[in-house]
């Protein structure tokens, strides 16, 4: 018998579809989970430079360790199907990961050859605010 406060939500992404199952505790965790993540992909640069491709990514990255965590903080997940971390890790596993592997070391290469330059003079910067 299921238990009624128990959702199952069917997914679909490039990889198949899956079905996610939460409980109150796990869609409170998913909301805490969207509300840490919406700023921070949806974030552009200002075009005055007033943010920093550096301090982009490295709030970008945060997201791993603070999703990584939250398993552990919170209850575990029902006996069936995917917990809503699941979705939250393939989304940034997936989506997130191949951004930061293409950018991270283009601007950690134009950091160390160009030590103490506004981020604005780096070549890539319109492309990098710009977005994927």
């Known amino acids: ?14 990889e198949g579809e899956f079905t996610i199952t939460s409980d109150a505790r796990a869609r409170e965790a998913a909301t805490r989970m969207f509300f840490q ?11 005055d430079g ?6 982009t990514l490295n709030s970008l990255y945060a997201l791993f360790a603070m999703y990584r965590d939250q398993p552990t ?5 029902p ?5 809503v971390h699941w979705l939250a ?4 596993t997936r989506g997130l990961r191949p951004v930061l592997s293409v950018w ?17 003079e780096w070549e890539e910067y319109a492309a990098f605010a710009a977005g994927p």
Do not use: C, K, Q, S
């Open 104 to 120: 991270h070391p283009r601007l950690a290469a134009y950091e160390r050859a160009h030590p103490g330059h506004a981020p604005a």
């Open 79 to 83: 006996a069936d199907g995917l917990p």
């Open 50 to 55: 007033g943010g920093t491709p550096r301090n």
């Open 1 to 14: 018998m299921r238990h009624p406060h128990v959702r199952r939500t069917h997914v679909t992404l490039p």
């Open 89 to 92: 890790m393939a989304i940034l």
């Open 73 to 77: 903080a919170d209850p575990p997940p």
């Open 37 to 47: 993540a919406a700023p921070r992909i949806g974030r552009r640069l200002d075009a």
